[in-house]
């Protein structure tokens, strides 16, 4: 999944999805929040919660389901 600058979201399909994290990718813990640029993702024990700014547009993605805003 990428969520652009724009706050367009788009959603990736089967083997398209796959791929290696980065070397310094870590564990978000819940109700902890990371910001990098305009992006924004705050983990909760329901899933995760990412906006862009300055639209707000973003997604919140759990593990029964995927909502954008």
Same mark, same amino acid.
Not at 14 to 22: A, E, I, Q, S, V
């Given at each position: 999944?990428?969520? %652009?600058?724009?706050?367009? &979201?788009? /959603?990736? #399909?089967?083997? +398209?999805?796959?791929? #290696?994290?980065?070397?310094? !990718?870590?564990?978000?813990?819940?109700?902890?929040? /990371? +910001? /990098?640029?305009?992006?924004?993702?705050?983990?909760? +024990?329901?899933?995760?919660?990412?906006?862009?700014?300055? %639209?707000?547009?973003?997604?919140? &993605? %759990?593990?029964? !389901? &995927?909502?954008?805003?």
């Amino acid at each position: 999944m990428t969520l %652009s600058e724009q706050g367009t &979201l788009k /959603v990736c #399909d089967g083997t +398209k999805c796959l791929g #290696d994290g980065p070397e310094d !990718a870590f564990e978000l813990g819940y109700g902890k929040s /990371v +910001k /990098v640029g305009n992006f924004e993702c705050t983990s909760k +024990k329901a899933g995760m919660r990412c906006s862009v700014s300055p %639209s707000g547009h973003g997604f919140e &993605l %759990s593990r029964d !389901a &995927l909502h954008r805003f």
